[in-house]
């Protein structure tokens, strides 16, 4: 993916393929956004691509 196509995910509608409605990966972001949690994503041009979700732990205390 390219680096415009990267800063793009996320975005409403916005997809890589044909079919793609591009709510799926928006839905992700917010998700994780939600709970303080990143997605980091690295792609090499033709290559590939890799997505790292980060998800921060709660401590059982924070449970009601």
């Given at each position: 993916m390219s680096r415009e196509e990267i800063?793009?995910?996320?975005?409403?509608?916005?997809?890589t393929r044909g079919k793609g409605t591009g709510l799926g990966m928006m839905?992700?972001?917010?998700t994780?956004?939600?709970i303080h949690g990143r997605i980091d994503v690295t792609s090499e041009l033709g290559?590939?691509?890799c997505?790292?979700?980060?998800?921060?732990s709660i401590?059982?205390?924070a449970y009601h």
């Open positions: 800063n793009r995910l996320g975005t409403p509608f916005y997809s839905v992700t972001y917010r994780i956004q939600n290559k590939g691509t997505f790292s979700i980060l998800i921060p401590h059982a205390g």
